[in-house]
């Protein structure tokens, strides 16, 4: 079974200083990881995936991730924080096998400090 | 194109009522994904449905329902509300299960029950 842990329910950064949320998965098989970002009373948006074909993933707003299978883990960087950025953000992690569910993280929240 | 439509974006019941909720994939997309979203125990996997047939269930009480018609639109049912069903429901379509392909979400419907 595929499970993800998101460490830290709240981080904070100030604005311009680097980001980083921390994710590490467990699975049985070589997994599908996602980054997902959740603004106020919206749903969620995919930022990046992780679909075997490089480790580095860039995605959108300037974010991207590295997969690390030797630390089981998909951490998510930003080099400069902008205020924009303040919201939630789930790691996500999918077995990729047919009929397999996407199962998410707790979520991290993202606080951007002026 | 457009998005994921989830209707209502609001819901106000009272207990031991019943719910339906309903969602519009985006065209083309095959497989819808509903999930349970609370402060407390975040994204939780509902169910999955792919060509009218249900392919995943998470571990929700039998009160607990879906279906998909035959243009992919889905629908879940809420039997019996209990004041712990408040929450946001989500709706998340794919191309395909599995794969890799990521979900694309709805604004989700927000249930209270009173």
């Known amino acids: 079974a595929q499970s993800v842990t998101q460490l830290g329910s709240h981080v904070s950064v100030s604005e311009g200083a680097l980001v980083l949320l921390r994710c590490n998965y467990s699975?049985?098989?070589?997994?599908?990881l996602f980054w997902y970002v959740q603004y106020p009373n919206q749903g969620l948006q995919l930022l990046l995936k992780?679909?075997?074909?490089?480790?580095l993933v860039k995605g959108i707003n300037g974010f991207e991730a590295e997969f690390k299978k030797s630390e089981t883990s998909f951490h998510l960087t930003k080099p400069s924080a902008h205020m924009s950025d303040a919201a939630e953000y789930f790691c996500?992690?999918?077995?990729?096998?047919?009929?397999?569910?996407?199962?998410f993280g707790k979520g991290t929240r993202l606080h951007i400090l002026p | 194109k457009a998005g994921v439509t989830q209707t209502p974006r609001y819901l106000i019941k009272t207990r031991g009522q019943q719910v339906t909720l309903s969602c519009s994939p985006i065209?083309?997309?095959?497989?819808v994904s509903w999930y349970q979203q609370t402060p407390g125990q975040g994204l939780q996997f509902l169910f999955e449905?792919?060509?009218?047939?249900?392919?995943n269930k998470g571990n929700f009480p039998g009160r607990f329902s879906g279906r998909q018609f035959s243009n992919s639109r889905s629908e879940m049912n809420v039997s019996t509300l209990e004041l712990g069903d408040s929450a946001l429901y989500l709706c998340?379509?794919?191309?395909?299960?599995?794969?890799?392909?990521?979900?694309?979400f709805g604004s989700g419907t927000r249930l209270t029950v009173v």
């Open positions: 449905y792919f060509s009218e047939t249900q392919r």
């Open positions: 992780y679909t075997s074909a490089a480790t």
């Open positions: 699975s049985s098989v070589p997994p599908y």
């Open positions: 998340a379509s794919s191309l395909a299960t599995g794969l890799g392909y990521g979900y694309t």
């Open positions: 065209s083309g997309h095959r497989s």
């Open positions: 996500a992690v999918s077995a990729g096998q047919a009929d397999d569910k996407i199962i």
